[in-house]
């Protein structure tokens, strides 16, 4: 006797046009295959103070699914000595990156990147697109001449309008959402080791 899920599924196949059965089966199987490579690919993600980042992307030998999650949080990555990444489109509560409001990403003394290269966040719209601003600025880096706090902690000014008085440490945000990358070159060791941790960017207004 057939079991009852076979003869179901014969069942539609000769009570229904063939072709579109399988289109459906088809499609079934585009999605649950879809929906696991996210499963898999978010099982490689460690998110720290809303700052996601993959530690090992570019290593010669990685698997199929970990480079696919590399691929998927980073276009083009080195190795881990070469360069590290980080990206968030939220703020250390959890909220969506907006226009709106005004926030800061503070470093404390002493707490950038150590690097033997260079380090640079960078700004990008929901698209991961640069926008136009009035400055002509996509990111700041350890370049762009950031001045220092008294105590000796770096804020960065990431909004849409420009800061009275802290111009110098402004990364313009365009309208809507936006996200933001963290590249690190030739990281330092505290860093390539995993005791680095971005601070989170806040919300002040």
């Not at 090992?56 to 949080?73: I, M």
């Not at 276009?75 to 909220?95: H, I, S």
Request: aromatic share 10%; net charge positive.
């Amino acid at each position: 006797m057939v079991s009852s899920p076979r003869r179901n599924l014969l069942s539609r196949i000769f009570t229904r046009n063939f072709p579109v059965v399988v289109v459906e089966s088809l499609l079934i199987g585009v999605v649950l295959a879809f929906i696991t490579s996210q499963v898999l690919v978010n099982s490689h993600v460690t998110t720290v103070n809303g700052w996601s980042t993959i530690v090992g992307c570019g290593e010669p030998g990685n698997g199929l699914v970990f480079k696919a999650a590399c691929a998927n949080k980073f276009p083009a990555v080195n190795v881990p000595r070469e360069a590290l990444y980080w990206t968030t489109n939220k703020d250390g509560a959890g909220r969506v990156l907006f226009d709106q409001h005004d926030y800061t990403l503070r470093f404390p003394a002493g707490g950038l990147p150590s690097n033997s290269a260079f380090w640079s966040l960078t700004m990008g719209d929901a698209r991961e697109k640069f926008v136009p601003n009035p400055i002509n600025r996509y990111s700041v880096s350890d370049r762009s001449g950031l001045v220092s706090n008294a105590d000796g902690s770096v804020d960065i000014y990431i909004q849409h309008s420009a800061p009275a008085g802290h111009e110098s440490n402004w990364l313009p945000a365009p309208s809507g959402k936006f996200l933001l990358w963290l590249r690190v070159y030739l990281p330092g060791q505290p860093i390539l080791d995993g005791q680095y941790k971005v601070p989170p960017v806040v919300k002040v207004k």
